[in-house]
């Protein structure tokens, strides 16, 4: 096989550095004019995306890397005690490798189910199951999320637990609810 040799600046562009990431938390907030503080609910503190596939579509699809169909890759950073909300993706396998800190993987429609990661534990979580982490340690902690489309459409629809909006209606008025519903969130994980 003959082999072939980048040039560095081809390499460069295969290259994404963490300390130029920027979260898509707060820009994405802002692009569909909602208030961070209810984007932190459904997510990580901060969310850092490394790659996508280059026609992914969804928050990700910024990413200083475009790689192949088939997978995404974040760092997922969440302070002390703190983690998204309950949460279904439907139409991918999501991964998680402990970078730092110590996770607590809780799955089920009720929490019922839970293991902890420590750094460089990992454990894939299949589509349809709800899911949230949360960092348990005193310290910052971050995950490698690897996300695969099982399909070829390179998209994911995620769904949130009914509570999460009732937390989040309680906290923010029920108007925001609506907001997030009519710009494509789902709060309807664990419902028929």
Avoid at 33 to 52: H, N, R, S
Avoid at 126 to 143: H, T
Avoid at 180 to 191: K, N, R, V, W
């Amino acid at each position: 096989m003959k082999t072939i040799t980048p040039s560095v600046e081809e390499m460069e562009a295969r290259l994404a550095r963490f300390g130029d990431l920027k979260p898509y938390g707060k820009d994405f907030a802002d692009s569909i004019g909602v208030p961070e503080a209810v984007f932190k609910q459904l997510t990580a503190d901060k969310v850092y995306t490394i790659m996508t596939p280059a026609n992914y579509q969804g928050r990700s699809k910024n990413a200083p890397v475009k790689g192949v169909a088939g997978a995404v890759v974040n760092i997922a950073e969440c302070p002390p005690k703190n983690g998204p909300g309950l949460h279904v993706h439907e139409q991918t396998v999501e991964n998680f490798f402990c970078l730092s800190g110590s996770f607590d993987i809780i799955w089920g429609d009720d929490e019922e189910h839970s293991l902890t990661l420590e750094p460089l534990d990992f454990i894939s979580i299949p589509p349809g199951v709800a899911r949230r982490f949360y960092n348990k340690s005193d310290e910052i902690g971050r995950l490698l999320v690897i996300i695969q489309p099982v399909n070829e459409e390179q998209k994911d629809r995620v769904a949130y637990a009914p509570r999460v909006a009732d937390d989040m209606a309680s906290t923010f008025g029920p108007a925001i609810i609506e907001k997030l519903e009519t710009i494509g969130f789902h709060f309807d994980a664990g419902q028929e």
